[in-house]
Nanobody
Framework: QVQLEESGGGLVQAGDSLRLSCAAS????????MGWFRQAPGKEREFVAA????????YYADSVKGRFTISRDNAKNTVYLQMNSLKPEDTAVYYC?????????????????WGQGTQVTVFS
């Protein structure tokens, strides 16, 4: 089992920045990648970014490319999502997740463990 705990969400104005953190604990040795997803009210959960644990290769949704940066600290078993130039359409609950397969996934079904989520609200 892997436990994930997100933090760093909040209420910010458009153009501001936030940094989300996700700390993993438990049986993390088999982690292939960690990802961030988000879900706005009435919408499906969507891919935001992912990073492979061993090599640090990063992948982004087109909607956040150039504004968000995903990174990881292997020693702390923590993944971060730096979000700059936030827009009202970024408002959602943000979830981190662990992918233990050997192929990066861009859909929720490809991830094995999920955090509880952290709310990000951006007002104009």
């Amino acid at each position: 089992q892997v436990q994930l705990e997100e933090s760093g969400g909040g209420l910010v104005q458009a153009g501001d920045s936030l940094r989300l953190s996700c700390a993993a604990s438990g049986r993390t040795a088999s982690t292939y990648a960690m990802g961030w997803f988000r879900q706005a009210p009435g919408k499906e959960r969507e891919f935001v970014a992912a990073i492979t644990w061993r090599t640090g290769s990063a992948y982004y949704a087109d909607s956040v490319k150039g504004r968000f940066t995903i990174s990881r600290d292997n020693a702390k078993n923590t993944v971060y999502l730096q979000m700059n130039s936030l827009k009202p359409e970024d408002t959602a609950v943000y979830y981190c997740a662990v992918d233990r397969t050997i192929r990066l996934s861009y859909v929720p079904a490809g991830y094995d463990y999920w955090g509880q989520g952290t709310q990000v609200t951006v007002f104009s």
